[in-house]
């Protein structure tokens, strides 16, 4: 964690700034000009008003990390660990059961500096966790950023976000997985904060090491513990695997100003030829993740057989174009392999997943605040949705 990260963070249920403890912190080495001083309310790291520091000094900071650490609220005293360079700003039974499953040896050697005992055991299961758990799995085994991954990221967002639209920008990512959005955004020219709720945080940081503008934070959509400080909130592909998708818009808007834009992508209603998947997925939510995992590779291996190499070749034939256009899955043609492995993995793993039609999906923005409602149909895939909306001053009761 960088302090610049402070200058976007709050307290969830009180808004309060927070004050931070480093246990641990470390110098990286990263090829970084900053330009002019970036934070413009306050510099943590020297405690002064940013008018007071050169830029100089905020490319020095850029190169520092908290590894270990403690986030205070000012007033209330509301407490929150930073590991392995992620603050974990969750629902405190959220936090306790992360903490003693996955990081026991934060707990061994920092627990006496927390006011609170990391000793109840969560012994009850909810779909949040079981979206924590699956989610935690598939993006931190398939992690690596491939190159074609822009064209992939840029598809869930147009043709309300064009590669342009990111250059100076400060962006949140609600959901962002192992990073590989953030990332992409990154080098695309933006500042961003990426947030998710599962054990995947993890892999993102270590993508961050290498990128000075990303920042990383655990956390839940419900609660988002950031200002109103973004020039764009976008989220692709995670509405549809939460399990309350109003909850999560609802949420989502308290991170909005007035003139910021939500880019959304989502899952519409599916076709007939996907109800056997969703079917099996009923029963492939139960299976050992590393069982899943050899499964989504021979799904990929049969469609890439049956599917997308018959697409290749009809595609390629002026009499055939029409019907290679309804060939499932075809988006998977332009891509490596392990994209289809990727693909089949996320469809087959989210305990919850919902196929919104345009009209919900506007009704459901309407109703939790959204105004300005843009939908266009994601080109050349599957039914989905790629949405612009911008905060209601007020919201609808």
Same mark, same amino acid.
């Given at each position: ?23 641990? =912190? ?22 002064? =008003? ?62 006496? %500096? ?6 109840? %055991? ?13 989610? =935690? ?72 090491? %290498? ?58 209603? @599916? ?9 099996? @997925?009923?029963? =492939? ?14 799904? #990929? ?36 392999? @392990? ?49 612009? #909306? ?8």
């Amino acid at each position: 964690m960088k302090y610049r990260l402070l200058e976007f963070l709050k307290e969830p249920s009180t808004e309060e700034e927070f004050e931070v403890e480093v246990f641990e =912190s470390c110098q990286l080495s990263r090829n970084i000009e900053i330009k002019h001083v970036r934070c413009n309310q306050w510099c943590h790291k020297n405690n002064t =008003s940013p008018l007071l520091i050169n830029k100089h000094e905020c490319n020095s900071c850029y190169t520092l990390e908290i590894i270990s650490g403690k986030l205070t609220s000012k007033q209330t005293k509301v407490e929150y660990p930073i590991i392995k360079g992620v603050p974990r700003i969750l629902p405190l039974d959220i936090l306790k059961d992360t903490l003693e499953k996955n990081y026991s040896d934060f707990l061994e050697k920092f627990e006496e %500096k927390f006011s609170f005992k990391f000793n109840l %055991k969560i012994k009850s299961e909810n779909k949040n966790k079981n979206i924590i758990n699956s989610f =935690s799995y598939q993006w931190t085994t398939f992690i690596n950023n491939y190159d074609h991954f822009k064209d992939i990221f840029l598809s869930f967002t147009k043709p309300f976000l064009k590669e342009e639209d990111f250059k100076n920008k400060i962006m949140l990512e609600v959901g962002c997985g192992s990073g590989r959005p953030a990332v992409t955004a990154c080098k695309m020219g933006a500042e961003v904060i990426g947030m998710d709720i599962s054990r995947a945080v993890d892999s993102a940081y270590i993508q961050s090491e %290498k990128i000075a503008m990303l920042h990383i934070v655990q956390a839940d959509a419900y609660a988002p513990p950031f200002k109103q400080k973004f020039d764009v909130v976008y989220s692709v592909g995670v509405l549809q695997h939460i399990p309350s998708p109003q909850k999560a818009l609802e949420g989502i808007r308290t991170t909005l100003s007035e003139v910021s834009p939500l880019i959304l992508w989502v899952y519409g209603e @599916r076709e007939l030829w996907y109800k056997p998947i969703e079917l099996f @997925r009923k029963i =492939s939510v139960k299976l050992p993740h590393k069982l899943l995992h050899a499964i989504s590779i021979l799904l #990929a291996i049969l469609s890439e057989l049956f599917l997308l190499i018959p697409y290749r070749v009809m595609s390629k034939i002026s009499a055939l174009d029409k019907i290679s256009k309804k060939v499932p899955g075809r988006i998977y043609a332009r891509f490596p392999f @392990r994209e289809n492995v990727v693909g089949w993995f996320d469809r087959l793993s989210a305990p919850v997943t919902y196929y919104f039609n345009q009209e919900y999906i506007h009704s459901l923005l309407d109703k939790t605040g959204y105004s300005n409602i843009e939908i266009a149909a994601r080109k050349n895939a599957s039914a989905s949705w790629v949405i612009r #909306a911008t905060r209601n001053r007020k919201k609808k009761v």
